[in-house]
Nanobody, 118 residues
Framework: HVQLVESGGGEVQTGGSLRLSCVIS???????MGWFRRLPGQEREGVAA???????NYAEFVKGRFIISKDDAKKTLYLQMHSLKPEDTAMYYC??????????????WGQGTQVTVS
C-alpha cells in the first residue's frame, strides 16, 4: 500500500521561501517522483520531477526558483521554493511512479499541502 504524505505548506510573503516535504511508504525507492500543483479554478500542472537516477525536470515557470531533491534513505522528496510569487499560490501535491520527462502518468498521489503567497 503506497502512501505519500506532504508537509511544509503554509502562508508566506512575496519573495519568501518554503520547503515542501513528501514522505513515501510502501514502495521501494529509487523511482521517478514529482511535484504538481493546482491553482484555484485550474487543472493540475507539473512543477518539477526527479528520476530515480537523480535527473531533474522543471516547468518553465519555476526554473531558477524551485529545486527538487530527494533522500532515498529517508524516502523523502523535497521541493525547495524561493522567490515565491502570489501566482504560486496553489495546492501542491507529490506523486510517484511516473514519467519524469513529460511529468505525466504518475500512479500514486499525496493529499496535498496548501501554499499561499500574499
Amino acid at each position: 500500500h503506497v502512501q505519500l504524505v506532504e508537509s511544509g505548506g503554509g502562508e508566506v510573503q512575496t519573495g519568501g521561501s518554503l520547503r515542501l516535504s513528501c514522505v513515501i511508504s510502501g514502495y521501494t525507492l529509487p523511482m521517478n517522483m514529482g511535484w504538481f500543483r493546482r491553482l484555484p479554478g485550474q487543472e493540475r500542472e507539473g512543477v518539477a520531477a526527479i528520476a530515480g537516477d537523480g535527473r531533474t525536470n522543471y516547468a518553465e515557470f519555476v526554473k531558477g526558483r524551485f529545486i527538487i531533491s530527494k533522500d532515498d534513505a529517508k524516502k523523502t522528496l523535497y521541493l525547495q521554493m524561493h522567490s515565491l510569487k502570489p501566482e504560486d499560490t496553489a495546492m501542491y501535491y507529490c506523486a510517484a511512479v511516473g514519467r519524469c520527462g513529460t511529468m505525466t502518468d504518475f500512479d500514486y498521489w499525496g493529499q496535498g499541502t496548501q501554499v499561499t503567497v500574499s
